[in-house]
């Protein structure tokens, strides 16, 4: 990315907590205090993780280090939970829930991230429409502040600073275990994509399967799928994303045929109904899926369906990564763009953006376009996570695109693809539609304040920020906090 995150002087490979709460209360007890970063995977893609002429504190050794490596990710069959270290990958807390029959209810799509990194921004993926992001699934966490205090905090105790580190963006404290809850597991999910002509009915069809209200009559299970999200497929500038592995060549032609007959562009629902062990029969899901297949309003004949175990179904992104990794296109710059959206602006934004700017001169750039609701409902207001709190339901959309070595040049797509984000909030901001930035990104502490947070919420974060870490030395490569906050 075209961004300067300046360089770390030092790196931390902690073996236990209490090396990180010694780090920073050495940072916090010097007139001038050093940066100091948690770093999970890096994956965020502007730096957030780094810390220029600082410390970078290297979250995975935590679990290499440990004195007993098992004691970072244990689970409590009773108690119906897991503890997790804020470094451990979240395809691992998978694995150890799944090996006692149990998992968690909600998800990223790609599991290779760490416990404390999407925590640190809320976690989403097709069950938070049901069950809340990732930040809305936690009993507990330990944390030590800014200040080098380890504090164990929930709703119940600490619930300030509890609420402050989830969607914190790392300000607040570095979350060192996380305690999640736990349910029965299925054993296989239904893995449903329907094509779609129009964003109209796209999204009236998902904001149906996410009304978790509206049951119907199935006989044994209610709610209509375990997982809803959506994508845009497009012949071109959106690159070919709907020649996934997904279609055989045989369909893949058709579905271009029929790309071409809506203008180049489709729409593609994504879900998924979980079945087996404690999910319901092989008969009922069949029966649950009829039944739906039958209302939806999706193009006939382009409802592909695959049966996958649940594993293989939520470590889905893994095999895409693998395949990218081979071909040498996975470590490439991401110029991401990840937005919330109030329902009442979706079909417009589709018009301009999808069916306009969007298809303007970006060959070369591949990646999916996300667009999926979500119910505001599931999210918690007290937490520091933004989300557009004015309607019931509101849009994720990721227009999440790499700029591909192979392309004549590099840079110039880089930068092409860029000014398009740009152009795209200019978009947004023009017709009035008040969106909030996912994994947000600003440049420095006005855009944060004016058009992250807004006023109320903004208030509220630097208070805590004075609170928890007032020499403002976490995360300083959010660009939020630059310098130590004026006493009050
Ligand atoms: C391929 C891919 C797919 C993705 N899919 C999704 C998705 O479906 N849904 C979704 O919500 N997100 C998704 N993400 C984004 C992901 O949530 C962020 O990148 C997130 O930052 C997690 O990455 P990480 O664990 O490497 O954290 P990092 O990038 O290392 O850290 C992120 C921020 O959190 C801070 N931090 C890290 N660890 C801690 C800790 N233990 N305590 C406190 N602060 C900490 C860092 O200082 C930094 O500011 C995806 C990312 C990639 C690369």
């Known amino acids: 990315m075209s961004v300067d995150v300046g360089v770390p002087a030092a790196v931390l490979y902690p073996s236990c907590p209490d090396d990180i709460a010694a780090l920073l209360r050495a940072s916090s007890a010097r007139p001038s205090p050093f940066p100091v970063s948690a770093r999970g995977c890096g994956h965020s893609i502007r730096g957030q993780a780094s810390a220029a002429r600082g410390v970078v504190v290297d979250m995975p050794s935590l679990g290499r280090l440990a004195a007993g490596p098992a004691t970072r990710l244990s689970v409590s069959v009773e108690g119906r939970y897991i503890d997790a270290g804020g470094e451990?990958?979240?395809?691992d807390v998978l694995n150890a829930s799944l090996a006692h029959g149990l998992t968690p209810r909600s998800w990223t799509d790609y599991l290779h991230l760490t416990v404390g990194g999407t925590l640190s921004n809320a976690g989403i993926s097709g069950q938070a429409f049901r069950h809340g992001p990732q930040i809305s699934n936690v009993q507990e966490l330990d944390v030590i502040t800014g200040l080098g205090e380890k504090v164990t905090c929930s709703k119940e105790k600490n619930r300030d600073l509890f609420d402050a580190v989830l969607g914190g963006l790392g300000q607040f404290g570095v979350i060192t275990r996380a305690r999640i809850p736990l349910v029965p597991a299925p054993a296989r999910a239904r893995?449903?994509?329907?094509?779609?002509?129009?964003?109209?009915?796209l999204t009236k069809d998902q904001e149906r399967l996410i009304d978790i209200d509206v049951e119907i009559d199935t006989g044994a299970v209610s709610g209509l799928m375990d997982y809803v999200e959506g994508s845009v497929l497009a012949d071109q500038g959106l690159a070919g994303s709907w020649r996934s592995s997904f279609f055989s060549e045989a369909d893949a032609a058709r579905v271009a045929a029929l790309a071409k007959e809506a203008g180049g562009v489709l729409y593609c629902l994504e879900g998924a109904l979980y079945y087996g062990g404690a999910?319901?029969?092989?008969?009922?899901v069949d029966k649950r899926l009829d039944l739906l297949l039958q209302e939806l309003r999706y193009e006939r004949g382009f409802g592909f369906v695959q049966d996958v175990s649940y594993a293989g179904f939520l470590d889905r992104v893994r095999d895409g990564e693998l395949k990218l990794r081979a071909a040498g296109l996975w470590e490439v710059p991401h110029p991401w763009l990840n937005l919330f959206l109030p329902r009442s602006h979706v079909l417009d934004f589709a018009a301009g953006v999808f069916h306009g700017i969007l298809r303007q001169g970006t060959t070369g750039a591949s990646g999916p376009v996300l667009i999926y609701p979500m119910n505001r409902n599931r999210w918690d207001g007290e937490a520091s996570a933004v989300f557009p709190e004015e309607e019931d339901v509101f849009y994720t959309v990721g227009i999440l695109r790499s700029s591909l070595p192979a392309s004549s040049d590099g840079s110039q797509l880089l930068r092409r693809l860029e000014e398009q984000n740009e152009e795209i909030m200019r978009f947004c901001e023009d017709a009035g539609m008040a969106c909030v930035q996912y994994l947000p990104y600003y440049a420095g502490q006005s855009g944060w304040e004016k058009k992250h947070f807004g006023p109320n919420r903004w208030d509220r974060f630097v208070e805590r920020k004075?609170?928890?870490?007032?020499?403002?030395?976490?995360s300083r490569g959010q660009r939020i906090f630059t310098s130590p906050l004026p006493l009050a």
């Open 88 to 91: 451990q990958l979240w395809v």
């Open 191 to 201: 893995w449903v994509r329907l094509l779609y002509t129009d964003a109209a009915a």
């Open 279 to 284: 999910a319901g029969s092989e008969r009922d």
């Open 466 to 474: 004075r609170k928890y870490d007032p020499k403002a030395i976490l």
